[in-house]
């Protein structure tokens, strides 16, 4: 387990996101990486995650996301729009008497 404190900052940037907390703990056996303390996960685009908690499941790409007591998890998610591409409509040949 690797443990870092104070003001934490983790940089995916394959991903394209960065992650902030007041602390990070890594669990090399569980592939799982946890982040407690005003956690803050942007990604380019404007992506976001805040919470109190955060757990990473690293092998199946999973978030947990734990909101303060009494609290919620907020989050923002912007939809990339991509332009619908038409296929050509073929008709159907006229009917022959």
Do not use: C
Not at 40 to 53: F, H, P, S
Request: aromatic share 6%; charged share 20%.
């Amino acid at each position: 387990m690797i443990t870092a404190t104070g003001n934490v900052r983790i940089v995916y940037p394959d991903e394209r996101v960065v992650a902030t907390a007041r602390q990070a703990q890594y669990f090399s056996k569980e592939h799982r990486v946890v982040l407690s303390g005003d956690v803050d996960i942007v990604q380019e685009g404007g992506n976001l995650i805040r919470a109190e908690r955060v757990v990473y499941l690293v092998d199946g790409e999973r978030l947990i996301a734990i909101p303060p007591a009494g609290e919620q998890v907020f989050s923002r998610v912007r939809i990339q729009q991509t332009p619908i591409q038409q296929t050509p409509v073929q008709q159907a040949p006229a009917a022959q008497p």
